[in-house]
């Protein structure tokens, strides 16, 4: 399995972080499949965002459901995170994590992360 972010990699305060993941060489896999981003910068460490589930339920850190929505295409193997009403605070690496649940942090054997992809949010 392969994931791989995409998007924008300077983003202006108020605007909105817009991510892509693309997902190869999963449906092969068996067992419960979610979709996760994380987020790592120096002042706040490795933070969990949010995941959709295979069935479509969506999972958003508290304190982020006003601004964080996860979304996801099966037909192109895509999900996607929206960040609106972006800060300076939103900068950071952001990783997509296909994993078996949405505890994907700390890093656990059998998840697939991708390499990251900085975002910084200045004007």
């Known amino acids: 399995v392969q994931v791989q972010e995409s998007g924008p990699d300077l983003v202006k305060p108020s605007q909105t972080v817009s991510l892509t993941c693309t997902v190869s060489?999963?449906?092969?896999?068996?067992?419960?499949?979610?979709w996760n981003w994380v987020r790592q910068s120096p002042e706040r460490g490795m933070e969990w965002l949010g995941a959709?589930?295979?069935?479509?339920?969506?999972f958003i850190r508290e304190g982020l459901e006003s601004r964080a929505s996860v979304s996801r295409d099966a037909t192109k193997d895509q999900f996607t995170l929206q960040l609106n009403s972006a800060t300076p605070e939103d900068t950071a690496v952001y990783f997509c994590?296909?994993?078996?649940?949405?505890?994907?942090?700390?890093?656990?054997?059998?998840?697939?992360w991708g390499q990251g992809t900085q975002v910084t949010v200045a004007s």
């Open positions: 959709i589930a295979e069935s479509g339920r969506v």
């Open positions: 994590v296909r994993g078996t649940s949405i505890r994907v942090v700390p890093k656990r054997p059998g998840d697939y």
């Open positions: 060489g999963d449906s092969a896999t068996t067992g419960d499949r979610y």
